[in-house]
C-alpha cells in the first residue's frame, strides 16, 4: 500500500470497536502486574504506568503497518521487506519505551535507551506484535479484496442492464414521431428533444448504484409523461406521494420496467396506474404500483432481472412480490435501508 491507503486502513481500525477491546486488554494486564508487584510506588512509578499503557496501545494499532506498507499498490509488503520494517517497528517502540527506566529509577538515561531498545526487539513487539501484525495485515488484505470482488460484481451486474434499456420506448416513439413528422413537424421535433432528454437522464442514473427515491419517482414521472402524449387520455396516473420518503436509497430504474410491460400492450381500452409509498417498520420502504386496465400482468422472465439486481444491492430483505386480480394487476416492492458500503 501506498501512504495514503494506509492511513485510511489506519483510520477505519481506529473506527473499531474490537480494536479497542483487545487495546484495553493488552495494557490492562502488565499494568495490573506492575500495580501488584512489590516494591515502594513512588510518583515516577505511577508515571511510567501512565507511558507505558499509550505506548503498548500504539503497538497494537501500529503492528500491522510495517506488513502492509510496500510504498506501491500491493497491498502487503514482500516477505524480506516485511519482516525488517518489523526490526525497525520493534526498534521504534522499543525506544517509545525507553523513558520507562526513568520512571523506574533504575537506570541513567542512556542505559534507559539501549533497554527500549532492547525491549522492542524482544518478545512484547518482535515476537508478539510481529506475527500479529502479519496475520490482521493479511486479513485486512483479505476482506479488501472480497469487497473489491464484491463492488465489481455489483458493477459488473448493473452495467450489463445498462445496455438493456428500454429498446421497445426507443423504437415505438421514433416511429410515432416519425409517423407525425410530415404533419407536425413542431411536435416531432419537441417529441425528439424530450426523448432525448430522458434517455440522457436514464444514463446517468445508470452509473449509479443507488438513487433517492425522489429521482425514481421523478423519471418514472418522465417516463410517463412521455408515453402519455402517445397513447393520450387512454393512459391515467394516480400518486399517492410520500414526500418525507423522498431521501430513501434505492436502485435506479426499478418501476419503469413493469411499467413498460404494461404499456407494450395497451389498447383502447384505459389505463390507469396508481404507485403509492409508505416506510414499513424497523427502516423499510414499502411501494405498491397497482394497475387497472387491460393487458397482461409481467411475466417472470421481466421480474427476474429486478429480483436480481435488489438482492445484489440490498440483499435478501429485499423483495418484489406480483399479485394478478380481476382487471388488473399489483406489485408489492419491499425495500430494507441500502449497505453503507455502496451508499454515494
Known sequence: ???????????????????????????????????LAPGPHTLRFYLGLLWLVPALNAGLFLCPVPWQWS???????????????????????????APLGWFGNRATPKESFHLGAILGLSLPF???????GWIVARAERLAQEARDAQAKARESL??????????????????????????????????????????????VEAELPLVPLSTERSLTEQYLAL????????????????????AFLIPPLLLQPLLEAVLEH???????IELEEQALPRGFLGLRLQVQGPGPSPEEAQLHPIRRR??????????????????????RLRLPAAPEEIQP
Open 1 to 35: 500500500m501506498r501512504f495514503p491507503a494506509v492511513r485510511s486502513t489506519l483510520k477505519a481500525r481506529l473506527r473499531h470497536p474490537g480494536w479497542w477491546s483487545m487495546a484495553i486488554v493488552l495494557s490492562t494486564f502488565p499494568g495490573l502486574f506492575m500495580v
Open 71 to 97: 510504498s506501491d499498490d500491493r497491498m502487503t509488503a514482500g516477505g524480506w521487506r516485511g519482516f525488517l520494517q518489523v526490526l525497525v517497528f520493534a526498534l521504534a517502540m522499543g525506544t517509545l519505551l
Open 126 to 132: 518482535l515476537l508478539l506484535l510481529g506475527p500479529a
Open 158 to 203: 448493473w452495467m450489463s442492464h445498462r445496455g438493456a434499456f428500454s429498446p421497445r420506448l426507443l423504437f415505438s416513439n421514433l416511429n410515432q414521431l416519425a409517423s407525425v413528422a410530415g404533419q407536425d413537424a413542431r411536435s416531432a421535433e419537441q417529441g425528439l428533444v424530450d426523448l432525448a432528454a430522458l434517455y440522457r437522464r436514464w444514463l
Open 227 to 246: 408515453e402519455r402524449k402517445r397513447w393520450g387520455s387512454r393512459l391515467n396516473l394516480r400518486w399517492n406521494l410520500a414526500p418525507h420518503l423522498d
Open 266 to 272: 395497451l389498447s383502447e381500452a384505459p389505463l390507469e
Open 310 to 331: 435488489l438482492l445484489t444491492l440490498l440483499g435478501r430483505e429485499a423483495e418484489l412480490v406480483l399479485t394478478p386480480f380481476p382487471g388488473g394487476w399489483e406489485a
